[in-house]
């Protein structure tokens, strides 16, 4: 199971998801010989974990892109009061 969750925090993208799963398979296997229906379960529960990391990876890239797009509008509204301030010598 270590090996498991190394292999788990070193992939973190999609494409590597069926690999880790993969590997994942390949260790249960040769750990626990037979047990068909819980290594399926086990497998499955690799597949929500999974799911849930890459679907808050894709929420903590979001907030920061809205975040991003907040400061730039706010910099562009100072920049704009700047700006007005100058060609109207301060007085709006």
Request: no cysteine; net charge positive.
């Amino acid at each position: 199971m270590k090996q498991l969750s190394q292999q788990q925090d070193q992939s973190r993208s999609p494409s590597s998801k069926s690999s880790f799963l993969a590997a994942a398979r390949t260790q249960l296997d040769a750990d626990h010989f037979r047990w068909e229906k819980i290594k399926k379960r086990l497998i499955e529960y690799l597949v929500v974990v999974r799911l849930k990391e890459l679907n808050a990876d894709h929420e903590i890239a979001e907030q920061k892109r809205r975040a991003e797009s907040v400061a730039l509008e706010e910099a562009v509204r100072v920049n704009a009061e700047a700006e007005t301030k100058s060609v109207t010598g301060g007085v709006l």
